[in-house]
C-alpha cells in the first residue's frame, strides 16, 4: 500500500469521496452533516492523502490548516471492504506525522456521535485525541462529538 497527497482530480477519489457524502448524508442530519464536498477539499488550506492498494483507493484523510498551529483531521474513510484492516490506523499515523511536519501544534476533529461512529471514535482515542468543545466554527450539537490532541 501508498499513501500519497492526492490532487483530487482522478475519477476513483471523486467517487470515492462522493459515496463517503452520500454515505454521513444517510446517518446524520443535514445540519449536522460537516464532510467536506470535492470542492472544498481542494481549497489551498487542505492537504489530501490517499492510500492506493495498487490502482485501488482503500482510504483517505485530510488536514485543513484552522490557524498557523491548528489544523482539523477531515475526511478519514476506509473503503466499506476493508475496514479493521489497518488502513485508518496506518494513515491516521501518517496524517499525525505530516501534520507535525507542517508546524501545527495542534490536531481536532469533529466526528458523529451515533453508535455508527464508535469505532472511529476509539481510533481517535488510541491515537491520543480526546474530548474538547466546538472548535473553529462548529457550535454544540448532540449529532457531533468534538476530540483534539497536541502534537
Avoid at 475526511?75 to 466499506?80: E, L
Wanted: aromatic share 8%.
Amino acid at each position: 500500500m501508498k499513501i500519497m497527497v492526492d490532487d483530487l482530480s482522478g475519477s476513483e477519489i471523486a467517487g470515492f469521496l462522493d459515496e463517503h457524502v452520500r454515505q454521513m448524508r444517510s446517518i446524520t442530519p443535514v445540519e449536522s452533516k460537516h464532510a467536506l464536498d470535492l470542492e472544498e477539499l481542494r481549497k489551498p488550506e487542505v492537504t489530501f492523502w490517499s492510500i492506493m492498494d495498487g490502482d485501488t483507493v482503500v482510504g483517505c484523510g485530510a488536514v485543513k490548516r484552522l490557524d498557523a498551529g491548528h489544523a482539523e483531521l477531515k475526511s478519514m474513510r476506509t473503503a466499506p471492504t476493508r475496514k479493521r484492516s489497518g488502513i485508518a490506523s496506518l494513515l491516521l499515523e501518517h496524517v499525525i506525522t505530516e501534520a507535525k511536519a507542517m508546524g501545527f501544534t495542534r490536531l481536532s476533529l469533529e466526528t458523529g456521535s451515533a453508535e455508527f461512529f464508535l469505532p472511529a471514535r476509539k481510533l481517535y482515542g488510541k491515537f491520543g485525541f480526546t474530548p474538547c468543545g466546538p472548535f473553529a466554527n462548529y457550535r454544540p450539537d448532540p449529532n457531533s462529538t468534538f476530540m483534539t490532541r497536541t502534537l
